[in-house]
């Protein structure tokens, strides 16, 4: 079992930036696939960013069309922790973050139901 503690929500105006963290621990968190997804109030929940397992030449991301270019994911599994860079940021990347974990590879990364471990959040607020 693996729990994750997001971090570094906040206000920040349109164009700044902003770097989330999830710190997982419990049972080897570097053999799961992690994912960043969010919810904005009156929306489906929906898959931001996710990145595979393996040593840092191999892994491969995915990111949704409307943040690409702009988020990075990341991994430390020496810190058991995973990051979503966040540039350019804009009113309607306001949401609550999620980070999620897996050990499962098949269905999509952006569908919630492959993952099996959730954090509490974290609420992400951009003005104009």
């Known amino acids: 079992q693996v729990q994750l503690v997001e971090s570094g929500g906040g206000s920040v105006q349109a164009g700044g930036s902003r770097r989330l963290s999830c710190a997982a621990s419990?049972?080897?968190?570097?053999?799961?696939?992690m994912g960043w997804f969010r919810q904005a109030p009156g929306k489906e929940r929906e898959g931001v960013a996710a990145?595979?397992?393996?040593?840092?030449?191999?892994?491969?991301?995915n990111y949704a069309d409307s943040v690409k270019d702009r988020f990075t994911i990341s991994r430390d599994d020496s810190k058991n922790t995973v990051y979503l860079e966040m540039n350019s940021l804009k009113p309607e990347d306001t949401a609550m973050y999620y980070c999620?974990?897996?050990?499962?590879?098949?269905?999509?990364?952006?569908?919630?139901?492959?993952?099996?471990?959730w954090g509490q959040g974290t609420q992400v607020t951009v003005s104009s």
């Open positions: 999620a974990a897996t050990r499962r590879y098949s269905g999509h990364w952006y569908s919630p139901s492959r993952y099996d471990y």
């Open positions: 419990g049972v080897t968190p570097a053999t799961y696939f």
């Open positions: 990145i595979s397992t393996g040593h840092i030449s191999t892994r491969y991301t």
